[in-house]
């Protein structure tokens, strides 16, 4: 378990069809081990089983579909700053971690996002003032979602964690008992059977932390079928309310090259912001014109922030004289609102990137 929700939960023990529910008691979540009900029948279109991948081939795919792009990190950090802004805004001790695991294991990513989005619409929409929810693919394939939500009231004074761990769940105060008993009786409703809703144990970082790397784990172990499935859900926001937006570059690295490659070749082309060179390049300019940006000169006294990037400035010069050859016919297959010719002059030859 870990250390930023409290010990065991609905289904701590994983002994299938055993039941920790005691006679006259239902409170806790060891109320919920009891014999799941048979799960409905599926259409066969919809594959719950684990899919495997032809004999030769998988393994460059594997490659692609586990990398952590630049676009999932943006996600992470994203999703790490709403869910301080929630802590701010709400309190901690509003806040509940939520994990919705499935009666059976469903492997077919739509099909999980099917059941998913029915509960979405017809309990934590009505449940919960806002949510955020994190598709995860575990290492075994099958499919669950985690989720942050802003509970009503309370839900974390008086709880004893560490009595938590030892499955003694009598510190929980009556609005997380509540939470429990409505999730007893909701979960198999649509689908759904070990549950677990527990109170934040540390601060908003320590959280916000622990959610954003399901991020990660998840586009560790996902498969070819879940490229371009939504990664994460921000539930009950309307306009506005968001903290943070992907749409940002890091400020450091390539990032810091680029912007300041970018600057030094926009004033000296006249364009002032991106808009312009929409207009003047078309709205493909950064991946047309990509090679001459990289090779522009930074301008003097500029200070990189670290050797490394020092190193590549000049790097980048290398290869773009080498292919300055093709320059003439790359710009005359380009549409140019103006016609603006490229100073060679600007460009640092190898010999010069060399010294």
Known sequence: ?????????????RQPGRSSRKPGNVEGPAAERREAPPAASLPCLLVTTQP???????????????????????????LSLEIIGLAKQFGLERLGFLTLTFVEN??????ANRRFNSLNTHVIKDRYERAIAVVERQ???????????VAASDIRTGSDFEAFKRRDYRSANPA????????????SKYGFGRHEL??????????????????????????????????????????????????FAWAYGNGWLWRHKLAAWATRHGARD?????????????????????????????????FLVANRSIDTCVPVWLARSKADKVKEGMTFNRCYDLDKDKLWTAKQANR
């Open 274 to 306: 991106a808009s312009e060179l929409s207009r003047i390049f078309g709205p493909r300019w950064a991946y047309a014109l990509q090679a001459w940006i990289l090779a522009e000169e930074l301008p003097g006294g500029l200070v990189c922030p670290s």
């Open 1 to 13: 378990m870990d250390t930023h929700t409290a010990g065991c939960a609905e289904g701590g023990q």
């Open 106 to 111: 469903v492997y077919d990513i739509r099909e």
């Open 52 to 78: 495997e991948l032809a004999r030769g081939e998988g393994e460059d795919k594997a490659v692609q579909v586990n990398k952590l792009l630049g676009s999932h990190k943006r996600s992470a950090q994203c």
């Open 176 to 187: 997380l008992r509540a939470e429990w008993a409505f999730w007893r009786a909701t979960c």
């Open 198 to 247: 527990l109170p934040v144990r540390s601060t908003a970082e320590g959280i916000a932390r622990y959610v954003a790397s399901y991020i990660g784990k998840h586009i560790r172990a996902r498969n070819e079928g879940d490229k371009g499935a939504r990664l994460v859900r921000y539930i009950g926001y309307g306009v506005g309310d968001r903290k943070a937006s992907p749409q």
């Open 139 to 149: 290492e075994r394939g099958a499919v669950h979602f985690h989720l942050l939500v």
